[in-house]
């Protein structure tokens, strides 16, 4: 046995808060005015808010057209 007891590959799963944080789309005033809130929430410790404002700026993003 080459020291592997398992038969199959191990699975590479994706970081699991990556989507917590998405970018706000630049020259936009609303994830702008998102970005700052979620700046603050962090900044103040409100970690919830903070996860709000990020979802908020991800839902929002979805509807810019590159």
């Known amino acids: 046995m080459s020291g592997n007891r398992y038969h199959e590959r191990p699975v590479s799963l994706g970081e699991p808060y990556a989507d917590l944080s998405p970018d706000p789309v630049p020259g936009?005033?609303?994830c702008s005015a998102l970005d700052e809130e979620r700046y603050e929430a962090r900044k103040r410790?409100?970690?919830?808010?903070?996860?709000?404002?990020?979802?908020?700026i991800r839902n929002h993003g979805r509807g810019h057209h590159a």
């Open 45 to 56: 410790r409100k970690f919830a808010a903070a996860v709000v404002a990020g979802q908020r």
């Open 28 to 30: 936009c005033a609303e």
